[in-house]
């Protein structure tokens, strides 16, 4: 979960409080004092609600009233997001109705602090450009990005529509009746579906689990989301944002349009090696599933990769196998190594990744993490209903958690590890004014954890803690996990593209509404390389992007994953040529190193405070996202995919859709 901050992602705008224009450098506008802001240690929810936020007349200059303003503004903002924080949380760890009442009622107080302090943030920022500098100004422009509903029937009912979306996502459950690995069970698509795809190999049976929930759960979430993408829409305009979308990529300080041609230069950077990823995966299906079910020329079937969304290919290793013939078969997947390490015992699994963070530099967690984190499945027979999609919390004061259903195997390990990067830049930017207490932007929160997840992954490593046999082939082991990480990494990409390209067409009013499928899937067929297990066009009675979490949940820019699978490369190269020059990025390893990570660590504390591209350049020397360093980790698999594409006469490409 993002930061939570005063901001429902939504936005308005009031004609000004004064009325008039000001040409004097000293402005006449200042905040009523009271005796509000005489104590600024704390702030309760009594008080700011009690503040009266507004503008009147007075000689102060805009640098007193902006930071006199600042001070009192973050204090509360923080103790209100620290009790909506809370009782998300519990709500994510057990869902009941009367947990999500109390939310509900709780957001009318977010709601009418928004009103209370909007207007003058607008104001100040609309009066006092020409006067603020430095911290004030970047903390005040902070502080207006996005947007709030202003009418409270739009706001409440755009709550009720995430509520109702929510609850069909995260607790509607399928029953299948092909299913061998299900039995008489009935899932829900996290963890239940996803766990299913992970490891079933029977096509019948992959072929229900994809269709039973985008069949029979996704297409009720259609008319909350249109409604509730139009009510955004309408709040946005009003705001002078030409759509929602637009107000999405204000952390990256650049325009919509910016933003885009960054993606597609990516795009094309990656595309020639996700060609041969995609060649060789599909050769590989081939063999494995038949040409009666996988055509050598077309796509690939979406429902054989081995993830719910086909986002990630990772899980089909055991039929990509680079090297079948080999008796051997470190390297495929470490969860045999982790069994072998841990038995079932998860929490020992997820301490020792906590171990690896302090090896390398990072301080200890404090107690209250292992306390009111939940990091297991519920108790069997429980009838807790709990959102089992890996979540970090910053609760403010430096409560942070994990919320997760884990088990001992490669996937918990890898999510525990990508979550406990969000967990540490909260605690590094802690120090920081509350303002400033955001990752660089988005992306930087999401490459954190990915960064030292590659170094925990490396091969050295998994020698080292015995998580692979010490007698394996170590070429193999390191094309397998070359492999491995393409396979989890690349696909990314062109999804979140996808995913935001969609969303952004869409909310732009460019996809007429009965044809949201048929465009979704256009999409796919395009960039990705994926079709429908049949082959067949897809109704437009059905909504099959929204069987994705962040699109069902209205979660904005999913791109940020896009940027964060090259900007951990990025990072990672510049922790190896620190640490360890001239080797291999994949051979890298800075286990017990805490030097290595030095100005990684600096880079985190920044927070938001500057630009991110300051905050890239301390570490890398580099302003710009740049597939360079991606592409230079992976660069030995490219020369074993090119071998054996042309060893094998494996077929390129898939039919264009001329979108």
Known sequence: VDKLRLRNNTSRRRPTVLGRSHSMRILTISIVLANIF????????????????RLTESTESCLTLTRVFLE???RCSETINKRIGELLYRISVDYNE????????????????GLYTYDVIKELSEECSTELHGDVKRQLS????????????????????????????SHSKVCLIESKSAGEQCLTVEPGLETLVWYSRDETELREAWYSFRNEVVPQMLPAFVESAHISNKWAQKNGYPNDAASWVESFEMSPEEYWRLLEKIHRDISPLF?????????????????????????????????????????????????PESEQKEGLEITSGLHSRFGNDTMAMFRSCTDYYESIGFDPLPDSFWKRSELLNPPAGSDIQKDCHGTAWDLSGGDVRISMCGEVGQTSYVTFIHELGH?????????????????????FHEAIGDTITLLAMSTPRLFSEKFIDEDADIHEVSIRRLMDIALFKLPVIPFAMNIDRWRTEF????????????????LVREYQGLTTPEYEDRGDEYFDIASKYHVALGIPNYTRYALSNILQFQFLKAICDEAQPGVPYHECDVS???DATLKFREMLAMGSSVHWSKALFHITGETEFSGSAMLQYLEPLERWLDQFIAQNDVILGWPSQKL
């Not at 009367?98 to 602090?113: A, T």
């Not at 902070?142 to 996502?169: C, H, M, P, T, W």
């Not at 081939?286 to 040409?291: K, L, N, Q, S």
């Open 275 to 323: 060609k041969k990823l995609h060649a060789y995966l599909r050769h590989k299906l081939v063999e494995f599933y038949g040409e009666e079910v996988v055509n050598p020329e077309l796509e690939i079937p979406s429902h054989l990769i081995g993830n719910y969304w086909s986002q990630i290919w990772s899980k089909t290793m055991d039929i990509v196998d680079p090297f």
């Open 38 to 53: 005489a104590e600024v240690r704390s702030c309760t929810i009594e008080e700011a609600l009690d503040t009266p936020w």
């Open 592 to 594: 017990a190193n805490p």
């Open 98 to 113: 009367e947990l999500v009442n109390s939310k509900n009622d709780f957001m009318e107080i977010y709601l009418k602090y």
């Open 72 to 74: 009192k503004y973050q």
């Open 507 to 522: 909310l732009a009013g460019n996809i007429s509404e009965d044809k949201l499928n048929s465009y979704w899937w256009a």
């Open 423 to 443: 967990v540490q830049y909260y605690r590094a930017v802690n120090h920081l004014p509350y303002l400033f207490q955001e990752g660089a932007n988005e992306a």
């Open 142 to 169: 902070i502080a207006g990005r996005g947007y709030l509903v202003e009418g409270k029937k739009d706001f409440n009912r755009l709550q009720q529509l995430s509520d109702e979306l929510a609850k069909l996502y």
